[in-house]
């Protein structure tokens, strides 16, 4: 926010749109998936290879969208913000994954190897770990007050600070707080002692029988039903007539966000006899064909229909209840919070700008991290401010490196500016698509300055 003041633009500039989006993985590469698609035949060993490349127990994607609403104001060294942004983070344990992929011999002309395998599965030897399971689904609006000032410096050329207030509404919040558990693999079935909990902020769900024993569900939703409070303070200034500096905090919390309806619901999966495809298809028959032969739908019983109860029949001992539904006074997040300072100077008379850019994230979400990131970009300008192209690129962070490509057109109060991004990439050149790519994104901004 103390750009404003320190280094003012047009006395007004008003959004138009601006919007970002990124799509990513963990761990596998775009390379990757090119020889998958080249092959005649994917093997276990090239599955495991790539999986092997995910951090932790989990293979997990993520991604976020980000718009700025239109209309966005500055005026001198006020400032008034609008934003959305949607943040999306799935996990898969890798342990579901090893189940599907287990193949002692991909090509099968290991006979003995396979024998082994099924006489270690009959032994129950083989045991595959279920924790590392992640969801974690919500979208953040935030709107934003700012102002700055300049505050005199002796030692610097120029100096300002900034705040902003900011007031955050949240829809509500689907993650998964903990899994846990095993599952023994036999050679037809599974054995499975596992513990999921599910947290949801926001809304609930509902689940009713009526006076025919029909059951439904219903999502009872708080639109932005969470809301908090917090702020962004910052400095930025020059020093030595071209060296441009600035520090800031954003999204320090006053008051966390805060959902007032909430539940946790605890999955637990334990089948002392093993579960297999037929208890798919166990229960009353819908109707019988015109052969007189049973019909059922898509899910075997009527009344396993809702996913909810059908998960409460099939994965259930007799007599013991599946899923533990408990009611929650509140449930308070912190938004994206970090530090980030960056410097930046000009060359041959502002013909390049080469900057650097540090952040330091304080929570773990989609799109943050605590794990330090540093950037290094330029802007060429071989046409002055008309045509400015952008290159840069980051190691640390969410994604672990990447780099970028952008250009924009600044043609009198009418600018436009856009960006390229590849996750997983070392330098902007491989951007879109390149071997190491683990993701992709692009960033869009229109705007009016007067």
Known sequence: PANLAAFPGP???LGIFNTGVLV???????????????DDVLTIDEIKQSLDQFPGNSVSVHQNLEIGVPFSLTIG????????????????????????????????????????????????????????????????ATVGFSYARLVDIPTLDLFA??????LYGATPRLRIVESSGQTIVRPNSWDTDATLVMELAGAQILRTTNEEGDKDTEFDVDNF?????????????????????????????????????????????????????????????????EFGDPVFDRFGDPEKQNTLDYLDTLLAPAGEKVA????????????????????????????VTVGVDIEQGFNETAISSTTPRMA???????????????????????TGHFA????????????????????????????PFAGFSTGVGFALEMKLSF
């Open 324 to 351: 533990n539904t408990e009611l929650l006074s509140s449930v308070t997040a912190a938004p994206p919070s970090y530090l980030r300072a960056g410097v930046k100077k000009d060359f041959l008379g502002r013909l």
């Open 24 to 38: 990513g993985n963990d761990g596998i590469k775009w390379g990757d998936i090119v020889d998958w698609t080249a």
């Open 77 to 140: 060294h006020y400032a008034v913000s609008m934003s959305f942004v949607e943040m999306i983070e799935v996990g898969l344990s890798r342990g579901i994954i090893d189940m599907i992929s287990d193949d002692p011999s991909p090509d099968f002309s290991d006979e003995q190897a396979i024998l082994d395998r099924y006489e270690q599965s009959k032994n129950g030897e083989v045991v595959r770990d279920l924790s590392g399971m992640k969801t974690d689904i919500w979208g953040l």
């Open 225 to 289: 039903g969470g809301w908090g409070l917090g702020f962004n303070l910052g400095v930025a200034g020059r020093w030595d007539y071209d060296i441009d500096f600035s520090v800031a905090l954003h999204n320090i919390p006053l008051r966390k966000i805060t959902w007032n309806s909430a539940e946790r619901r605890t999955f637990r999966v334990r089948n002392d006899n093993p579960v297999n495809a037929q208890t798919l298809f166990d229960g009353t028959p819908d109707k019988l064909d």
């Open 404 to 431: 970028t490509l952008g250009t924009g057109l600044h043609a009198g109060f009418f600018h436009l500016d856009l960006s390229l991004m590849k996750e997983g990439a070392f330098t902007p050149f491989e951007v």
């Open 161 to 166: 600070v900034g705040g902003t207030i900011n």
């Open 376 to 398: 290094v970009g330029t802007v060429l300008r071989p046409l002055g401010n008309w045509i400015p192209i952008r290159a840069g690129m980051s190691i640390g962070g969410r």
């Open 11 to 13: 006395t007004v500039e």
